[in-house]
């Protein structure tokens, strides 16, 4: 009888982590497919810590130690958020990482209160998470109707032709903005914003492929996507 319910309790908590997960990878397909800095995996990770810092809430709790799963999330997060950082060309960095290092904060909280199978399982789900996932993230990233690029152009005055070009090939301008960071050369440095408007551009070419056509232009000194 014992054992039956035992194995009762492993299976809810492996429905309820999952089930977080899958729900976190929903959102993270969509931002992932907008270009947004938090993706598909950090969205699950997100889902994978929450909930396992919620059955470790309710494990403590059963066990009479009153500590809020709210507690072990702000302790964590204030620890994973010093592994952001902004590069030279306006991209952020380290945010799955700092996500996956939340994870592990609650992971091992969830050994110290003697969950270990919840610490097991939750641990095999991030590394599922951080590898097997990183594939259909740049999948999903790559076909996306947005695109940011880091623009260095060999002077500014080649600004206005860049985007009478992006516009005849099917591209949209979102957002321009002039990075400070390369004030000290003589190149202009821009980080670009545009969105894919024509169709068969969006269905036929991936992101690489137009940037490669774009790098062909003589006053482009250099361009990639971020």
């Known amino acids: 009888m014992m054992?039956?319910?035992?194995?009762?309790?492993?299976?809810v908590i492996f429905l309820r982590v999952v089930l977080a997960m899958v729900l976190g990878?929903?959102?993270?397909?969509?931002?992932?497919?907008?270009?947004?800095?938090?993706?598909?995996?950090?969205f699950m990770l997100m889902g994978l810590a929450s909930a396992t810092a919620m059955i470790l809430d309710q494990h403590l709790l059963n066990n009479g130690i009153y500590l809020m799963s709210a507690a072990?999330?702000?302790?964590?997060?204030?620890?994973?958020?010093?592994?952001?950082?902004?590069?030279?060309?306006?991209?952020?960095?380290?945010?799955?990482?700092?996500?996956?290092?939340w994870a592990c904060?609650?992971?091992?909280?969830?050994?110290?209160?003697?969950?270990?199978?919840?610490a097991v399982f939750s641990t095999l789900l991030l590394l599922f998470s951080l590898t097997a996932m990183s594939a259909l993230e740049g999948f999903l990233?790559?076909?996306?109707?947005?695109?940011?690029?880091?623009?260095?152009?060999?002077?500014?005055?080649?600004?206005?032709?860049f985007i009478t070009t992006v516009r005849r090939l099917?591209?949209?301008?979102?957002?321009?903005?002039?990075?400070?960071?390369?004030?000290?050369?003589?190149l202009s440095v821009y980080t670009v914003v545009m969105t894919i408007e024509n169709e068969q551009l969006k269905k036929n070419k991936t992101h690489r492929e137009i940037i490669e056509a774009l790098s062909s232009l003589e006053y482009v000194s250099h361009i990639e996507e971020i």
């Not at 054992?3 to 299976?11: C, P, R």
């Open 3 to 11: 054992t039956a319910a035992l194995e009762t309790e492993i299976w």
């Open 25 to 42: 990878a929903v959102i993270g397909c969509e931002r992932t497919n907008k270009r947004h800095s938090a993706g598909l995996r950090t």
């Open 72 to 101: 072990l999330l702000v302790a964590s997060a204030t620890l994973s958020v010093h592994s952001l950082f902004r590069t030279s060309r306006n991209q952020i960095l380290g945010l799955t990482t700092a996500v996956a290092l």
């Open 105 to 118: 904060c609650i992971i091992g909280m969830a050994c110290g209160a003697g969950q270990y199978i919840l």
């Open 141 to 161: 990233k790559n076909r996306s109707a947005h695109v940011e690029i880091h623009l260095e152009l060999t002077e500014s005055r080649y600004l206005n032709a």
């Open 170 to 186: 099917g591209l949209s301008i979102k957002d321009i903005e002039l990075n400070r960071s390369y004030r000290e050369t003589k």
